[in-house]
């Protein structure tokens, strides 16, 4: 059923928008800010200490939820669920699009939010990027926060910082994680209730912490094979962490990474 679903979606939706004439969003801006290319850790022996005590708590905590999590869900499942948790992160990317004049990028993310969200039964199917994989249409995922807005307008990314559980970050990442999380994501938006202020049955901390909590899991079980590969190969697991998401950050600070 959700095959046909699939393939009418796809049909109608490539039709309307060869017929309207909408044109491609790919993004193609570049950025004019100050590329980092030396490792500025400054704080590594903190930060060593708290990569340790992450690595202590996936392994002890996180990683065993992750592995019976991905034991008992059946692909498709799981599937299912990270795509509905990346529909949800739509909202967050579609604000920093704006936030840093990326009009393109905007529209693009806009119309994957409405495609998923209607034919794709609230996200859980990723309709949009099938409709990309079959046109010259542009709706693949995006990424956008509001570490990489601030980057955009020149702010440096500061010394690297590994926090809490959160993993790898820098100062200005940080503040971005806290701007998103607090005013943009609609799961962890704190006490502002931006997105859900109008819906007041979905702005509580009864539905978000189970749903934040969700999230993390099958966010983590994702991460399981690659973080083993990453034990296996990495000499300095630390080192390769760091230079590989600060690297990144740049890249995608500058729109240079690939859409995902």
Avoid: W
């Avoid at 491609?24 to 590329?35: C, D, E, G, L, P």
């Avoid at 999590?69 to 699009?97: A, C, H, M, Q």
Wanted: charged letters at 20%; a negative charge.
């Amino acid at each position: 059923m959700i095959n046909i679903i699939r393939t009418v979606a796809i049909a109608v939706l490539v039709s309307g928008f060869f017929l309207t004439g909408c044109a491609s969003t790919k993004t193609t801006a570049s950025a004019n800010v100050n590329n980092q290319n030396s490792v500025h850790d400054p704080l590594e022996s903190m930060n060593r200490a708290v990569f340790n005590f992450n690595e202590m708590v996936y392994d002890k905590v996180f990683d065993p939820v992750a592995r019976g999590y991905k034991r008992v869900t059946p692909d498709p499942i799981e599937l299912v669920v990270g795509n509905f948790f990346s529909n949800l992160n739509e909202v967050v990317v579609i604000t920093n699009s704006v936030l840093q004049l990326n009009y393109e990028s905007a529209l693009a993310s806009s119309a994957r939010l409405l495609v998923n969200t209607t034919f794709g039964i609230f996200g859980m199917i990723d309709i949009a990027s099938d409709i990309s994989a079959v046109s010259d249409i542009n709706l693949n995922k995006r990424n956008e926060d509001f570490g990489q807005t601030l980057g955009r307008y020149g702010v440096g990314s500061g010394p690297y910082i590994v926090l809490p559980l959160l993993g790898p970050s820098s100062v200005r990442d940080t503040v971005g994680i806290a701007v998103d999380s607090f005013f943009m994501d609609p799961v962890t938006q704190g006490v502002t209730g931006v997105f859900m202020n109008g819906v007041p049955y979905l702005n509580t901390t009864a539905l978000r912490l189970p749903v934040a909590a969700a999230r993390t899991v099958n966010a983590r079980a994702q991460f399981l094979e690659q973080d083993k590969t990453l034990e296996e190969a990495a000499l300095d697991k630390y080192e390769f962490v760091r230079d590989a998401y600060l690297q990144r950050r740049t890249s995608l600070v500058n729109n240079k990474a690939e859409e995902k």
